[in-house]
């Protein structure tokens, strides 16, 4: 893995609650979104919750049954 991946993923993990944490996470989101390793979906739900930075997105995803490999990916990577 790449430096600019590695930091990505500790970006897409920015824990909700924190000021700017929302765009941070999507951010990192669109990264991913580029790499080919989400879909427009998914990033849909990182551009809604950007502003909303206690908003976590993968509780989102799960409510709304979307992504579902994506959120699997990313508590892997917990």
């Not at 879909?39 to 206690?54: H, P």
Request: some cysteine; overall charge negative; aromatic content about 12%.
């Amino acid at each position: 893995m790449d430096d600019e991946t590695r930091q990505n993923w500790e970006l897409i993990k920015t824990p909700p609650g924190i000021e700017w944490s929302g765009r941070t996470r999507y951010a990192a989101a669109t990264f991913f979104y580029h790499q080919g390793e989400m879909s427009a979906e998914v990033l849909e739900v990182y551009r809604i919750c950007s502003r909303l930075d206690a908003e976590d997105p993968l509780d989102v995803l799960r409510r709304w049954q979307i992504g579902a490999e994506w959120v699997k990916q990313v508590l892997d990577r917990r």
